[in-house]
């Protein structure tokens, strides 16, 4: 044997493209209220307060008048891209065409940015009143923070989720209607997994934990997202919501377009993605915050 065939050894590179670990998509948007919009802001929803029936004290008496409070609540757009460009001479190199990955890769982040602006929008200012010119803060008696009893703030607790979902129900939300949700990290998942009441068949009346995932319980549904914000004490902002409470417009869906760009040396491909979308918190009183130490 020649002492030269080394020299036609091949090298053989693989032929798929893996993407990396992400969160792929948006978790949150088929959870809000959400509808397509044009124009420079919009107005997802006109909002009638609840009124009294008036007590008839005496006979033949002028007919009053009852107004309702009514609001507004306005969502305002911003604008995202996602340009990505591959060279032709690259991909002459390349076993697999990576444009299909590329794309996929690209909608994923779209849908993480959906979830960034609900999650901002949960507990950030919304904009109110007949032009969007009122300022609205998310009220502080709609945040849980210390579990009763306790003498400090604690993680996410099986006291932390009855007090927030009596509080909706104070605040008159209808649960049978209007599905209940709350977004978790791995931190609350693993703090709620220390919970008798969850782990326990004794306190429930089918498993809570689906191939060790809890997905449900006290009538919520639980969503693993890594994305939510903590604030000034490093508390992290759990919420509690109600499906109708939160809104996502969009004015533009994920559109996605492939095209080569002859205008550049390579005549290399471009994977382009933009996107129109706003969120905003449709009324506060369906909403609570769990703050929860980590």
């Not at 993407?19 to 909002?47: C, E, F, I, N, Y």
């Not at 009596?166 to 609350?188: G, R, W």
């Not at 508390?235 to 969009?250: D, H, I, N, Q, T």
Request: proline share 4%; with cysteine.
């Amino acid at each position: 044997m020649s002492v030269n065939i080394p020299t036609h050894y091949v090298q053989q590179y693989s032929s798929n493209i893996q993407l990396l670990l992400q969160q792929k998509g948006s978790k949150l948007r088929d959870l809000v209220m959400t509808g397509s919009h044009v124009g420079k802001q919009a107005s997802p929803v006109d909002q009638i307060g609840a009124i009294d029936m008036q007590s008839v004290t005496s006979r033949f008496q002028p007919i009053g008048r009852v107004d309702a409070p009514t609001d507004r609540r306005w969502v305002f757009p911003s604008d995202f891209d996602l340009p990505q460009l591959l060279d032709s001479f690259d991909k002459l190199r390349l076993l697999t065409d990576p444009e299909s990955s590329y794309v996929t890769n690209a909608v994923y982040a779209a849908g993480r940015k959906m979830d960034d602006l609900i999650i901002d929008a949960f507990f950030g200012t919304a904009k109110t009143g007949e032009s969007g010119s009122t300022s609205t803060s998310f009220p502080a008696g709609n945040q849980v923070a210390v579990d009763f009893g306790a003498s400090g703030n604690v993680g996410l607790t099986v006291a932390k989720l009855k007090e927030g979902k009596k509080l909706l129900m104070e605040n008159e939300v209808d649960l049978e209607s209007d599905p209940l949700c709350c977004v978790v990290t791995a931190e609350q998942h693993d703090d709620l997994l220390s919970e008798a009441q969850i782990i326990s068949t004794d306190y429930n009346d089918r498993p809570v934990l689906v191939d060790g995932k809890i997905q449900r319980f006290l009538g919520i549904d639980f969503i693993h997202c890594e994305r939510l914000d903590t604030d000034a004490n490093s508390y992290r902002r759990v919420p509690l919501f109600a499906k109708s409470g939160m809104y996502l417009g969009l004015w533009n869906d994920m559109t996605t377009d492939i095209s080569q760009r002859r205008d550049l040396q390579g005549h290399p491909w471009q994977a382009y993605l933009y996107m129109t979308a706003g969120a905003t918190r449709l009324e506060e009183d369906k909403i609570m915050e769990l703050k929860c130490a980590e």
